[in-house]
Every structure is written in structure tokens, then in C-alpha cells.
T-cell receptor, first 112, second 113 residues
Framework: SQKIEQNSEALNIQEGKTATLTCNYTNYSPAYLQWYRQDPGRGPVFLLLIRENEKEKRKERLKVTFDTTLKQSLFHITASQPADSATYLCALRDTGRRALTFGSGTRLQVQP | DAGVIQSPRHEVTEMGQEVTLRCKPISGHNSLFWYRQTMMRGLELLIYFNNNVPIDDSGMPEDRFSAKMPNASFSTLKIQPSEPRDSAVYFC???????????FGSGTQLSVL
């Protein structure tokens, strides 16, 4: 069966450190993968999109990698800040489908 | 643009009642998505419209759920009759093209008692 797996346990890190979140998938052939941020009581907010032929994408303090062999994406936040505390969702578009499927998300808590 | 607008923000109803959720997508976006979020199942796609036409409704749980998009600026999701297990946050999202950079509304928190 198809699965998108993100660590369900919260990730707690100290301010200034790099946060690394993992997204693994099985039985998908994604055309691209996206990362979203969700704050309590709000809808998800788009952060980054990485395509199947791209290895890495950066945007300010954010970096995403995409390994289609390992079927894994890593999401990094460098120099983390308490304001980065939120739930981060990965989502992918399967080549056989035109809509996004989301993982369950990982909650990040950055301690001051 | 004010973003994707959903109403109501909160809805509390009794089992068996009809519930209608509303969404106004971003002007110019040609794709609209309805998702449902629960703690147990996460964010699930219910239905996807492209140019006002339903493309993928495989996520609609059962016949009690229906969705319409009569024009490019308005969509509804209706549940009739509602059941307690329908309690969730319902999100509407829109995009330009197929699922690239979805912009979400603030959601409707539905509680069915």
C-alpha cells in the first residue's frame, strides 16, 4: 500500500541549531514533493517544492533534499528560532494523480 | 487578494442535520481542493476540481458528502445527513494548475454532536 511517513514524535531542539525532518514514502512515483508549515488553528502554508530531477533546493534558512532511490526527502532549518516552532508536512504528487497527498506531519519545537 | 476564504469558521450541529461549507478560491486559480484533517487520519483529500469540473472525488467518504463548484469563484461541500464521525477541520485550497503550491484557507472546524 502507499505510505508517506513522517516522524510522529515531536522534535525538540535548541535555538540556533539545525532542525532536520524526514519524509519517507513507499509505492509512490512522485513527480515532485512539497513541504508545508502548519500553525495551530491555521491552514498549511507552502514552503518549498522540489522536483524528481532535483537533488536539493534552498530558500533562505531552509534546505530540502530529495533522494528518489532512497524514497526520502529531508527538510533542514538552519539557525533555528523559536518562531520556527510549528508542524511541518510533506506532500507529494504521484505521477498517476493530479492532487497532493500529505504526510501526517512532524511537530518542531525550538527552545530559546 | 484576501487569500482563500472559507465560511463558517466554526460549525456545531447535531447528528442528522445538513451542513454546508463554503469556499472562495483565489481569483485566477483554476484548481480547487477540499481536504479534511483529523488527528487520526491527518490531511485527506476529499475532492479536486479543475476549471470547475470535478476531476478526482475518490476521497469522498460516502454518498452523504457532495461538492459543487458552480463557478470559478465559489465551491460548496455539503454533508447530509451529518454524523459525529464527520467532526474534523475541513480545508479548502486553490492553486494555479495541478497541485503546485496550494494556498489553503483557514479551515472550518466542524463538530457534529
Amino acid at each position: 500500500s502507499q505510505k508517506i511517513e513522517q516522524n510522529s514524535e515531536a522534535l525538540n531542539i535548541q535555538e540556533g541549531k539545525t532542525a532536520t525532518l524526514t519524509c519517507n514514502y513507499t509505492n509512490y512515483s512522485p513527480a515532485y514533493l512539497q513541504w508545508y508549515r502548519q500553525d495551530p488553528g491555521r491552514g498549511p502554508v507552502f514552503l518549498l517544492l522540489i522536483r524528481e530531477n532535483e537533488k536539493e533546493k534552498r530558500k533562505e534558512r531552509l534546505k530540502v533534499t530529495f533522494d528518489t532511490t532512497l524514497k526520502q526527502s529531508l527538510f533542514h532549518i538552519t539557525a533555528s528560532q523559536p518562531a520556527d516552532s510549528a508542524t511541518y508536512l510533506c506532500a507529494l504528487r504521484d505521477t498517476g494523480r493530479r492532487a497532493l497527498t500529505f504526510g501526517s506531519g512532524t511537530r518542531l519545537q525550538v527552545q530559546p | 487578494d484576501a487569500g482563500v476564504i472559507q465560511s463558517p469558521r466554526h460549525e456545531v450541529t447535531e447528528m442528522g442535520q445538513e451542513v454546508t461549507l463554503r469556499c472562495k478560491p483565489i481569483s485566477g486559480h483554476n484548481s480547487l481542493f477540499w481536504y479534511r484533517q483529523t488527528m487520526m487520519r491527518g490531511l485527506e483529500l476529499l475532492i479536486y476540481f479543475n476549471n470547475n469540473v470535478p476531476i478526482d472525488d475518490s476521497g469522498m467518504p460516502e454518498d452523504r458528502f457532495s461538492a459543487k463548484m458552480p463557478n470559478a469563484s465559489f465551491s460548496t461541500l455539503k454533508i447530509q445527513p451529518s454524523e459525529p464521525r464527520d467532526s474534523a477541520v475541513y480545508f479548502c485550497a486553490s492553486s494555479l494548475g495541478d497541485a503546485e503550491k496550494l494556498l489553503f484557507g483557514s479551515g472550518t472546524q466542524l463538530s457534529v454532536l
